[in-house]
């Protein structure tokens, strides 16, 4: 059994046109794992859902909705998530999520969440965010007292494009 704490994980391997990522048993040989990073991800995702993981962190992926799905699905017990969601989906077969979506997906995921950070600025074309759906995903995130996070970009009358913060804090609530 190895004695990790903390596993950072890039894959960027794409095979038969899919990006794939299967750290299953990679992550049963270190059951005590307590953080994890994935970095340049994508595709589906199989992990032992008992695993003890308290914070789970995606940067750069190109997550379609079920993909991210199952990959916050897979970690019931974490206090702590974020996404940064970038680039294109790699399926185009499959639909890209929405602020909405992942809002939906990670809320349902867990009852021990404490933190969340959502990234949406390199998000792009359907997961693009209006100040409406920030605000609800804000309200959404207080309701179950979750601080939350959320960085988007949003289109002005002039065409440009502005970088926008949303946060909650219940400990300043």
Not at 98 to 119: C, F, H, P, R
Request: overall charge negative; proline content about 3%; glycine content about 8%.
């Amino acid at each position: 059994m190895l004695e990790l704490k903390e596993l950072d994980f890039s894959h960027t391997a794409i095979e038969g046109g899919f990006h794939s990522l299967d750290v299953e048993p990679l992550l049963r040989a270190a059951p005590n794992i307590e953080k994890i990073n994935f970095h340049v991800i994508g595709g589906a995702c199989k992990i032992d859902p008992a695993l003890m993981v308290k914070e789970l962190h995606l940067s750069n992926g190109s997550l379609a909705a079920q993909d991210l799905e199952g990959i916050i699905l897979s970690f019931p017990n974490a206090e702590e998530f974020s996404l940064e969601s970038r680039g294109i989906v790699m399926d185009m077969e499959e639909p890209h999520f929405t602020l909405s979506k992942a809002t939906d997906m990670v809320l349902d995921s867990s009852g021990k969440l404490k933190e969340v950070y959502l990234d949406m600025r390199d998000a792009g074309g359907s997961r693009s965010v209006s100040e409406v759906q920030a605000r609800d995903a804000r309200r959404r995130f207080a309701g179950r007292g979750i601080e939350f996070e959320l960085r988007y970009r949003e289109k002005t009358q002039g065409g440009e494009r502005n970088i926008l913060r949303s946060h909650y804090n219940p400990l300043n609530a």
